[in-house]
């Protein structure tokens, strides 16, 4: 597949919707060790929210879409990940077309683009134990895939592979954001909880596009 049309992504972030909700378990687990506790929940709360909004409405523009999802999860989860979780679907909304589907190229730009946006607004970069860990590799894959002029199902699943090596990566950082000192330290051979929920969300958009229609 070239393109990416604006009802099979629909369905992919239908998809990463229902996953996150099915691993807060896992989410708040580690959140409670080296966190606040409250990821999963605020993660399952957010999600929640955007499976019913994306039950309800249809959508016909792939930037109307993710415009619709990213407000959905900063007014219904709140908090740190409300923002940083929205941000990458609102941040780079300019790259998307107005139009029923769109290039791995134009997908590569979105998700960069809100993947810069989440470091302006957060002050985090790479190797700081964040989400960021996995964004970041799995955005660098969907721009060497752009650049390949690769597939889109072959793109996804390097970009879902290159999320999981980041949550991998994330589990001997240490955290220097917003966490005590001695959570800090609990933090070392667990992964970051919100990267673990980025790469669950790539995990599940491939998942989705493989699926016979
Ligand atoms: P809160 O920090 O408000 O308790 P959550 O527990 O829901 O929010 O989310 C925590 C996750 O948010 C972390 O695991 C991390 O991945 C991500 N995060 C926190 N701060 C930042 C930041 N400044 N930049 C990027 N990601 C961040
Ligand atoms: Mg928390």
């Known amino acids: 597949m070239k393109r990416l049309d604006v009802r099979e992504f629909q369905k992919m972030i239908?998809?990463?919707?229902?996953?996150?909700?099915?691993?807060e378990p896992y989410l708040t687990e580690?959140?409670?060790v080296i966190g606040d506790g409250d990821h999963g929940i605020g993660m399952k709360r957010g999600f929640s929210a955007l499976c019913r909004m994306l039950e309800k409405q249809e959508f016909y523009e792939v930037d109307s879409l993710c415009k619709a999802?990213?407000?959905?999860?900063?007014k219904s989860m709140g908090g740190a990940s409300g923002v940083i979780f929205g941000t990458m679907f609102i941040g780079g909304l300019s790259k998307l077309p107005h139009e029923n589907s769109c290039s791995l190229n134009q997908i590569a730009a979105y998700f960069e683009e809100g993947e810069k946006a989440?470091?302006?607004r957060g002050k985090a970069g790479a190797g700081q134990k964040t989400m960021l860990d996995a964004l970041i590799p799995a955005v660098e894959s969907l721009k060497r895939s752009a650049g390949l002029e690769e597939e889109?199902?072959?793109a996804f699943l390097k970009a879902c592979n290159a999320a999981l090596?980041?949550?991998?990566?994330?589990e001997c950082m240490e955290s220097k954001i917003g966490r005590s000192k001695n959570?800090?330290?609990a933090a070392i051979g667990l992964p970051d909880p919100g990267a673990v929920?980025?790469?669950l969300i790539f995990k599940a958009f491939y998942e989705e596009l493989i699926k016979e229609q």
């Open 118 to 120: 989440i470091e302006r």
């Open 69 to 74: 999802v990213g407000i959905e999860l900063v």
């Open 152 to 154: 889109m199902e072959g």
């Open 197 to 199: 929920s980025t790469s």
């Open 14 to 23: 239908e998809n990463a919707s229902k996953i996150i909700i099915a691993n």
């Open 183 to 185: 959570f800090r330290e």
């Open 165 to 170: 090596e980041g949550v991998k990566a994330s």
């Open 30 to 32: 580690i959140d409670t």
